[in-house]
């Protein structure tokens, strides 16, 4: 069972900033691909952006040059900082994390991001 916690999520005006963390309980990088979703109201859960075991990143078009995905393996911790921010950002962002060779998958529980003036 991987664990896993957001934190960083809230309000904040159009055109700012905001960093997403997600803390695993375990060590999971080297077996698993970690990513950021986000699901806004009436709308479908979609990716954001996505790192894998070997560093590769993706980026959904519409956060490309806005948002970065990084880790920090001795904290075990996924973040996502987001400059730039848009109205159309808002949504609760969830974190991921699929197996490379099974793709199981464990999801956090949610942190709201509301981008509004």
């Known amino acids: 069972q991987v664990q896993l916690v957001e934190s960083g999520g809230g309000w904040v005006q159009p055109v700012g900033s905001l960093r997403l963390s997600c803390a695993a309980a375990?060590?999971?990088?080297?077996?698993?691909?970690t990513g950021w979703y986000r699901q806004a109201p009436g709308k479908q859960r979609e990716l954001v952006a996505r790192?894998?075991?070997?560093?590769?990143?993706n980026y959904a078009d519409s956060v490309k040059g806005r948002f970065t995905i990084s880790r920090d393996n001795a904290k075990n911790t996924v973040y996502l900082q987001m400059n730039s921010l848009k109205p159309e950002d808002t949504a609760v962002y969830y974190c991921?994390?699929?197996?490379?060779?099974?793709?199981?998958?464990?999801w956090g529980q949610g942190t709201q991001v509301t981008v509004s003036s």
């Open positions: 790192i894998t075991s070997l560093d590769t990143t």
């Open positions: 991921n994390a699929e197996h490379r060779i099974s793709h199981r998958a464990y």
């Open positions: 375990l060590s999971i990088f080297s077996n698993y691909a």
